[in-house]
C-alpha cells in the first residue's frame, strides 16, 4: 500500500437502520480494470469490501457487512470507489479506510451512527479536514 504524508479525511452521519455514501475517489485519470485495487476497512482491521482488479469481491469479507455494503462499478473507470453501507447500526461507526494501491492517496472517513428517532437528514454535514481538500457528493436516498 502507498501510505502518503497526509490524507485527506471526511465525516459522515447516519442513522440507525438508514444507509450513508463513504467517498473514495483517486485523481489517477486513465484507469484500467487491472489496476483497479481498493480495499475498505473499519478500523484498520475489518474488511468492509474489496475491489479486486476492477471487480467488487466479497471473499474474505467480515460477516458484519454481507449484503450490507456496496460499491458503483460503473464509476470505477472515474476513480470513484465510494462505498455505499446499508442498515447501518451502532457498531458500523468509526474509522473507515479506503486503500487506494495504485494511486497516491488513501481518504479516511469518519462515520458517526446516530440512533434518536426524530433525526432530521436535512441537518446531516459532512466536514472536511486535515491537510488535503475533499470533494464529497452527498445523496439522499
Same mark, same amino acid.
Given at each position: 500500500?502507498?501510505?502518503p504524508?497526509?490524507?485527506?479525511?471526511? /465525516?459522515v452521519?447516519?442513522k440507525?437502520?438508514g444507509?450513508a455514501?463513504?467517498?473514495?475517489s483517486s485523481?489517477d485519470?486513465g484507469?484500467?480494470n487491472?489496476?483497479?485495487t481498493v480495499y475498505?476497512?473499519h478500523?484498520?482491521?475489518?474488511n468492509?469490501?474489496d475491489?479486486? #482488479?476492477?471487480?467488487?469481491?466479497?471473499e474474505?469479507q467480515?460477516p458484519?457487512?454481507q449484503n450490507r455494503? #456496496?460499491?458503483?462499478?460503473k #464509476?470505477?473507470?472515474k476513480g470513484?470507489?465510494?462505498l455505499?453501507?446499508n442498515?447501518?447500526?451502532?457498531?458500523?461507526?468509526?474509522?473507515?479506510i479506503?486503500?487506494i494501491?495504485?494511486a497516491h492517496?488513501?481518504?479516511s /472517513?469518519? @462515520?458517526f451512527?446516530?440512533?434518536f428517532a426524530?433525526?432530521d437528514?436535512r441537518l446531516?454535514?459532512?466536514h472536511?479536514?486535515?491537510f488535503?481538500?475533499?470533494?464529497?457528493?452527498?445523496? @439522499?436516498?
Amino acid at each position: 500500500f502507498y501510505y502518503p504524508q497526509h490524507e485527506s479525511q471526511v /465525516t459522515v452521519e447516519g442513522k440507525v437502520g438508514g444507509s450513508a455514501v463513504l467517498p473514495c475517489s483517486s485523481i489517477d485519470n486513465g484507469l484500467k480494470n487491472e489496476d483497479i485495487t481498493v480495499y475498505w476497512r473499519h478500523n484498520s482491521s475489518q474488511n468492509v469490501y474489496d475491489i479486486i #482488479e476492477g471487480k467488487g469481491s466479497v471473499e474474505k469479507q467480515d460477516p458484519a457487512y454481507q449484503n450490507r455494503a #456496496e460499491t458503483f462499478p460503473k #464509476e470505477y473507470m472515474k476513480g470513484n470507489f465510494s462505498l455505499k453501507l446499508n442498515n447501518l447500526q451502532y457498531n458500523d461507526a468509526g474509522n473507515y479506510i479506503c486503500y487506494i494501491t495504485k494511486a497516491h492517496q488513501n481518504p479516511s /472517513t469518519q @462515520l458517526f451512527v446516530k440512533g434518536f428517532a426524530f433525526w432530521d437528514r436535512r441537518l446531516s454535514q459532512v466536514h472536511t479536514s486535515h491537510f488535503l481538500p475533499a470533494i464529497v457528493r452527498c445523496r @439522499l436516498e
